[in-house]
């Protein structure tokens, strides 16, 4: 948040410390108000999932709507941008391939972490298959 106050004024344009403090947390009450809104909204029409047409909704509801459009334009770029990263190889792998065997190997590590998560325990070391064990499961 410091770096987006420190890109949107003067160079020569300093910010007291309890100045970027104080906007750090206007920040995040607009983001609460906002998002404590759009849940309502999203409510209102039976959805579980806050979608961004609930929040431009939301910003009309609570008096902001003169930002929508540059709000939907921003959130038009975010999405052209994704899109062009992932078409890149930028996505969270950044061009690294892994072999079928790999992937295999990474998702049951994943899927031992959560189950790991979910009981509260700590993570648990996948059990590496033998290929006696693969062929009682088939």
């Known amino acids: 948040m410091t770096k987006i106050i ?3 004024l003067p160079p020569d344009v300093r910010v007291a410390r309890d100045a970027q403090d104080l906007l750090i947390e206007c920040c995040v009450e607009f983001i609460n108000l ?4 759009s849940n309502e909204v ?3 029409e039976d959805k579980r999932t806050i979608a961004p047409e609930h929040v431009l909704k ?3 509801v609570l008096g902001f709507g003169e930002y929508i459009e ?3 334009a921003a959130y038009e770029q975010h999405k052209l941008e994704t899109m062009q990263d992932t078409l890149k190889g930028g996505g969270k792998w950044n061009g690294t391939e ?3 065997e790999e992937a295999a190997a990474e998702q049951q590590r994943m899927f031992a972490e959560a189950r790991a998560r979910m009981n509260g325990g700590g993570v648990a070391a ?3 298959q033998t290929e006696n ?3 009682l499961e088939s």
């Open 133 to 135: 064990d693969r062929s």
């Open 58 to 60: 939301a910003l009309e």
């Open 6 to 8: 420190k890109e949107m």
């Open 126 to 128: 996948p059990k590496q």
């Open 98 to 100: 892994m072999s079928e």
């Open 70 to 72: 540059e709000v939907y």
């Open 42 to 44: 999203c409510s209102r």
């Open 34 to 37: 906002i998002s404590s809104e």
